[in-house]
């Protein structure tokens, strides 16, 4: 089975969400994700924005990058838009690491609704990185 991990700050959003979106493309998959700083919780606006297109995450805890360091993984992903800056790179053993960056949505400003706009935004971002993804992994 294809194990993947997904990393980057916080896992509050961007990695939540890539994990949920490639678990409901693909459920053959073995996938994961963690921060190098992870925050408190999913960020709401991602449990919000994913429930919209009927992907629950809401049960989903941030994790740190240090739980997986001992485990082996096919594809380690980051995506965080400063990856050299904001990730590390992760030193277990990986057969292939990737960057598919997206903007980071917390940092969204304005109204809830305004916000909610980014997360959606970056969530559709997401979606289409992950089917493209998933399809290679089926070539």
Known sequence: MTKILFVCTG???RSQ????????????LEVFSAGTKPA???HPL???SMSEIGIDISKNKTK???????????FVITV?????????????????????G???????????????????????????????FSKELNT
């Open 11 to 13: 896992n509050s959003a």
């Open 17 to 28: 969400m890539a994990e949920g979106i490639l678990k409901y493309l693909n459920p053959d």
């Open 40 to 42: 408190d919780q999913v």
């Open 46 to 48: 991602a449990v919000a």
């Open 64 to 74: 740190n990058v240090d739980e997986f360091l001992n485990q082996s993984f096919d």
């Open 80 to 100: 965080c838009d400063n990856a050299k800056e904001t990730c590390p790179v992760f030193l277990g053993n990986v057969k292939q690491r990737l960057h598919i």
């Open 102 to 132: 997206f903007k980071d949505p917390a940092a969204a400003m304005g109204s809830e609704e305004k916000k909610l706009a980014i997360f959606r935004k970056i969530r559709d971002e997401i979606y289409s990185s992950m089917e493209k």
